[in-house]
T-cell receptor, first 112, second 114 residues
Framework: EAAVTQSPRSKVAVTGGKVTLSCHQT?????MYWYRQDTGHGLRLIHY???????EKGDIPDGYKASRPSQENFSLILELASLSQTAVYFC???????????FGEGSKLTVL | GQQVKQSSPSLTVQEGGISILNCDYE??????FAWYKKYPDNSPTLLIS?????DKREDGRLTVFLNKSGKHFSLHITASQPEDTAVYLC?????????????FGEGTKLTVSS
């Protein structure tokens, strides 16, 4: 069964609204990541975490917050969603820094 | 600026040929290099990876070559098959004590024509 699960898998949000994307992993991994996928940009790192109750900024953190309440759960929060945040978001986990990432199925977010 | 860069957005190869995918990076501290494969509407999956202490790693039809002085690594796929058609993402990262992150390139769309 899938070891990294994301919810929701698809969401339509209105501009200015709040969006929360959730990620749950059963890999017992310390590291968790949020990436966004845009055509022509590959995967860009938004936030990551290597321990519960702590998060780190990635390369494109503006407009996003992250929360890691437990080892298994990592959320991405858009307080004021904007059109430019329409994208597919991937969560991933890893058992070591710089090691293999195990991705969730992705969450397609459309902001109207 | 882009820390990890794939200069070719697309590549077309004949079935049975060799596919060569290239990746350049900027950070001297990167010590882990990987290639991921992604089908449309699917999540990326790891194909092959190397640490900085080796120059080459083979796994079946896949070979990764690492050129640290040139800050460049590549993926060679021999006997390319139509099912190899996908987007290939290179990635590089480093350990920073307890913190680490993997940076991806923009991706190269490989099409293997039969």
């Amino acid at each position: 069964e899938a070891a990294v699960t994301q919810s929701p898998r698809s969401k339509v949000a209105v501009t200015g609204g709040k969006v929360t994307l959730s990620c749950h992993q059963t890999n017992n991994h310390d590291y968790m990541y949020w990436y966004r996928q845009d055509t022509g940009h590959g995967l860009r790192l938004i936030h990551y975490s290597y321990v519960a109750d702590s998060t780190e900024k990635g390369d494109i953190p503006d407009g996003y917050k992250a929360s890691r309440p437990s080892q298994e759960n990592f959320s991405l929060i858009l307080e004021l969603a904007s059109l430019s945040q329409t994208a597919v978001y991937f969560c991933a986990s890893s058992d070591a820094g710089g090691g293999q990432l195990y991705f969730g199925e992705g969450s397609k977010l459309t902001v109207l | 600026g882009q820390q990890v860069k794939q200069s070719s957005p697309s590549l077309t190869v004949q079935e049975g040929g060799i596919s060569i995918l290239n990746c350049d990076y900027e950070n001297d501290m990167f010590d882990y290099f990987a290639w991921y494969k992604k089908y449309p509407d699917n999540s990326p999956t790891l194909l092959i990876s190397v640490r900085s202490n080796v120059d080459k790693r083979e796994d079946g039809r896949l070979t990764v070559f690492l050129n640290k002085s040139g800050k460049h690594f590549s993926l060679h796929i021999t006997a390319s098959q139509p099912e190899d058609t996908a987007v290939y993402l290179c990635a590089a990262g480093e350990n920073q004590g307890g913190s680490a992150k993997l940076i991806f390139g923009e991706g190269t769309k490989l099409t293997v024509s039969s």
